[in-house]
């Protein structure tokens, strides 16, 4: 029901991946070619690291179509790390605080899907945040929801872990009041070093997700690219749907995986619900 | 690229029409069928003559389809003449006073269309608006200088007269600066006793209009119909595109008319620019 | 922190007082005398009993002073019972799901004060909300949690109970996390047929709260106000700070007290918390 | 009506002089001493020059004091060139076209005062505007409409003289429909390189405009302040009203003066409007 991107690598302004490509994340929230609803038009978020690698965000209920104080931003501000997202609601209401990424001490978090039943499972799920945590979430999605609650199981210190333990939460609760899929999502969740990419839903059916290929073949298939030559071969970018047209640029995340980049390998792994 | 819609007849909460209806207004704003473009999302305003006749407006810069105060008022608010707009920019910023209805003194405005070639052509429009309108004049569209061009020449004493005048003028200067064809309209605008529906294009191409038929016919045609039975037989709705699907309920507007609604016969006459 | 005005009576445009009286509501919402800020310049909200006695709500994170489609509404709606509030945020996010009224089934609620330590108290709180009740909060305010813990413990059969039981509740959570005087209050709430007025705070030193004096009383005593003469003898005016300088308008509630205004005779009653 | 504050020196973050001071300019949005008006609660613009020395602008409606987004934006970026404004609108709408700075190219401009009966001269002036900057005017204000006016009379290439003859025009046509004072302004604009600091009123009483004292000076004065340390010589910092309590730190410009900040030695110099 949304779009996110996240990047890592090279700093380069926003707007090169925001607004400059054809099929950038603006064109979008416009005409979205593979999500469930076309427009993506209730509300816009960036997540970025600034040059002391403090997160920093931006994030407005305005289509991000229109907002001219983005189209400023994306192109003022360089980052070596961005996560951005552009909302369809599913439901809840249409304000800042409902808008992705969702920020907490280091960690950003972007979630594209939903609870299924939310409203019938809220208060258990929320009964389950840590206490600690509890006075931190301002606003009343479920995808804000499952970023405290991979936060109470861990996320800073074993974030695939956390996500997973997290997940089987969700289902198990959900199962328990008969929703007989409780959950579909990709999560997007970084800590300023590491991006890690989840794909997953209870049904097996998970919405679409794609990793950049690495730089070093890219640059090799097309030596004359400019866009690419300037980006360090540790360069990544994860995307709900592709940018551009370039053949061989994108890998989908096989279903129930999660995508790590980091410094070193980056790695795929299977995902798996945890109880 | 807009799209719009005029109410006038027994008086009915804004939201029968606004929201209730299959292919309602907003229903529009998220998935037009005839329109230029699918999403109308960079505004939405409605003017309507509350119970001492006074022409009211509400105007948000939100998309129709998330804003909340807007379902409240269409709930809470009746009126037996109402004229509303769903905007999508050609270009000029999205601000409530680039957002129609326009008002002035007792008349309300809404456009669908352009003039092309806008910014090229808009200083000498400006400068046609007679003095004493000039102040009045709050936002930067080609929709809102239409209107003080046509109070200019008269809309509030011979209202078919001023619209041919005012589209002569913008023809003769779009044809001036080498603009083949320099307008794309339709507009709708009251008083809050008569409805004027005008559709032209300098192309002869005109965005798409709609009458729905003689009320009486309409209940003849569907005794069994509820939401008919409670209408007066005065009762007309024109639209940029069909509401609901009852066959029989629509006529279009023929290319370069202008469709009167009024105490009295209605009026379907033709339309031609003047200079 | 914030001012509010309940109006039950003849009905008027809300215009009459929220905008067209010397230290009106948004006069107020620039320049508080009696506040404890001086600018309430954080939100605005209004939630009136319509036609058929359905309550709405246009409510916006707009300062008052400075929003036009307050202005439009004011003048072009009228009711026999509305309830006001603008906004000058103790913390907690600027947007609409935080602005007052809230609105729950037939019931409007607005409050001036806070709960002190509210984020360390929050999640407890939260707790204590009925099941049912849950899936509706959809903001982050002490206010909006006051009103749904008042429903919890009945506000829909026993109002007057109901908050005596929540602020028990509120005063006993408080004090075990060691808050001395966890609450704050002046509380409007009302179910579109009577208004109750709570004043109390923890410390014994609440906010200012008065009544306009009975209408016949004061119509005898200034007889040629033509403001007063429309007036049934029923209307009652609540609000944080007094309209206007007429002498002898104006009762303050006292001190741990509530005041019902109700079809028959009001009522003035001490007010006291419940464990 | 505003408050309005310049930046020229060693890059530093916005937060520094926005947020981070006693007296900061959005504390002055709520509270401001030497202003006409006490609350600055219409809207909030900064505009800076990024690493390339490129022109971004951040604009809002909101009142500065609640925005959360400016917050953001003003901890992760830094500039070594940036004009803030906070806004009371003297009459005109509340929109972000509205709001200042103004750019044009290389340009930002901010006002504080106002044309005196605007609405009655405003035709006369947008008319003296040169024809190939008509089409950029976005907005509706009187401080918009000066910066196109100077704009016309060569700001780019003569600051000064433009200005001055700006402001020839402003008072001619004033004086010629009956206004005794027409003009009452502080300016700020800037290419980037040099910033100019107007203070002027037709009669002869601006408002408050303030220099800092040049750095070496002040670093003498206070060797153990380390907010100063960091700061090289040629930092200077130009405010409607002084921040901080630094004694020392502030020089008023005179009246009817106007100071330029620029590489090698400042100017203070007279300012005499022309015709």
Chains 1, 2, 3, 4 share one sequence.
Not at 209 to 228: C, I, Q
Not at 229 to 242: K, N, Y
């Amino acid at each position: 029901m949304c779009r996110w991107l996240a990047y890592s690598g090279s700093p380069i302004r926003l707007e090169e991946l925001l607004l400059n490509r054809d099929r950038s994340l603006i064109d979008q929230s416009l005409h979205s070619r593979l999500g469930a609803t076309t427009t993506n038009g209730d509300g816009f978020g960036v997540g970025w690291y600034d040059d002391a690698n403090t997160p920093r965000l931006y994030r407005t209920v305005h289509p991000a179509w229109n907002d001219r104080n983005l189209r400023e931003l994306a192109g003022g501000i360089s980052s070596h790390l961005f996560l951005s997202h552009i909302r369809a609601s599913t439901g809840t209401a249409i304000q800042e605080t409902n808008t992705h990424p969702f920020r907490y001490g280091r960690w950003l978090w972007v979630h594209n899907g939903l609870i299924r039943e939310f409203p019938l499972l809220r208060r258990e799920l929320v009964l389950a945040i840590d206490d600690s945590l509890f006075t931190s979430i301002e606003g009343t999605t479920d995808s804000e929801t499952m970023f405290y609650l991979a936060l109470t199981f861990g996320l800073e210190s074993d974030p695939v872990g956390a996500v997973e333990r997290m997940v089987g939460l969700v289902e198990e609760t959900g199962r328990k009041h008969g929703v007989e899929h409780p959950l579909q999502m990709t999560i997007g969740t970084t800590d300023g070093q590491s991006v890690y990419a989840f794909r997953y839903s209870s049904e097996g059916e998970s919405r679409s997700l794609f990793f950049s290929t690495r730089m070093d073949a890219l640059k090799a298939l097309y030596p004359e690219n400019e866009a690419l030559a300037g980006l360090s071969d540790e360069t990544r970018v994860v995307v709900s749907e592709p940018l551009g047209d370039l053949e061989g640029a994108w890998n989908e995340v096989p279903e129930s995986h999660v995508g790590i980049i980091q410094p070193g390998a980056d790695e795929l792994r299977p995902f798996a619900p945890q109880r």
